[in-house]
């Protein structure tokens, strides 16, 4: 079964998608990742797409449709569609595209997270520089045994926040306002599935299990 993941920031859906990667041989298809592998193969769009980039420009939803319909016309199932839909009319020419693929079968996954929960894994998120390991300082099961000491190595351990936690708010929240539509759009088409993405990782991969193994 195809899966669509519709996740706020900090969800944990990089992990989720790697185990289901790992354990079913899922494909995870992102927008982001689209783009940049168009950029990269030095295509007339992937021009185009660089120069809109390096002006600071939004790609438009034309060519982030033409790049998914071109990369879902090869992997055809068993793929994990991320950072797509992200409003109404992306979910409505993406059933189009199903269609003409003949991809009928798809669930939409909704990996729901607190804000509370949401930013602690976003600002408590200390990574160890020597050997990669990263932690959290906000939860006891992730945190180092040593305050700012690696495990592993007995490295100092350094933040590596993008966000304060004002900027994460406003983008957690941005999030869910965009996004709701589609929850709805999808809720209508009865394909929406709702996962606590409060649970730890391995908790919520074994929810998404039952979901896709019916
Ligand atoms: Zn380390």
């Given at each position: 079964m195809n899966l669509i993941f519709i996740a706020p920031?900090?969800?944990?859906k990089g992990t989720v998608s790697s185990l289901l990667a790992t354990n079913y041989g899922y494909q995870h298809i992102s927008t982001g990742d689209l783009l940049r592998k168009e950029i990269n193969s030095g295509s007339e769009l992937g021009m185009q797409v660089q120069e809109i980039v390096n002006q600071g420009d939004l790609v438009s939803d034309d060519i982030i449709t033409e790049l998914l319909m071109k990369e879902l016309a090869k992997v055809k199932s068993g793929f994990i569609l991320d950072g797509y839909p992200r409003n109404v009319e992306q979910a409505e020419k993406l059933n189009t595209i199903f269609t003409s693929l003949n991809i009928p079968d798809y669930r939409v996954i909704y990996l729901a997270v607190t804000e509370e929960v949401a930013t602690k894994r976003a600002l408590g998120r200390i990574i160890c520089n020597k050997c990669g390991r990263t932690y959290n300082k906000y939860f006891t099961e992730l945190a180092?045994?040593?305050?700012?000491?690696?495990?592993?190595?007995?490295n100092a351990l350094s933040t590596r926040n993008e966000d304060t936690e004002e900027t994460f708010k406003y983008r957690y929240q941005k999030y869910l306002d965009v996004t709701a539509p589609v929850l709805q759009y999808y809720q209508d088409l009865d394909k929406l599935s709702t996962v606590d993405a409060n649970q730890p990782s391995d908790q919520v991969f074994e929810d998404i299990k039952k979901i896709i193994e019916v």
């Amino acid at each position: 079964m195809n899966l669509i993941f519709i996740a706020p920031p900090a969800a944990g859906k990089g992990t989720v998608s790697s185990l289901l990667a790992t354990n079913y041989g899922y494909q995870h298809i992102s927008t982001g990742d689209l783009l940049r592998k168009e950029i990269n193969s030095g295509s007339e769009l992937g021009m185009q797409v660089q120069e809109i980039v390096n002006q600071g420009d939004l790609v438009s939803d034309d060519i982030i449709t033409e790049l998914l319909m071109k990369e879902l016309a090869k992997v055809k199932s068993g793929f994990i569609l991320d950072g797509y839909p992200r409003n109404v009319e992306q979910a409505e020419k993406l059933n189009t595209i199903f269609t003409s693929l003949n991809i009928p079968d798809y669930r939409v996954i909704y990996l729901a997270v607190t804000e509370e929960v949401a930013t602690k894994r976003a600002l408590g998120r200390i990574i160890c520089n020597k050997c990669g390991r990263t932690y959290n300082k906000y939860f006891t099961e992730l945190a180092p045994k040593v305050t700012n000491i690696c495990d592993n190595c007995g490295n100092a351990l350094s933040t590596r926040n993008e966000d304060t936690e004002e900027t994460f708010k406003y983008r957690y929240q941005k999030y869910l306002d965009v996004t709701a539509p589609v929850l709805q759009y999808y809720q209508d088409l009865d394909k929406l599935s709702t996962v606590d993405a409060n649970q730890p990782s391995d908790q919520v991969f074994e929810d998404i299990k039952k979901i896709i193994e019916v």
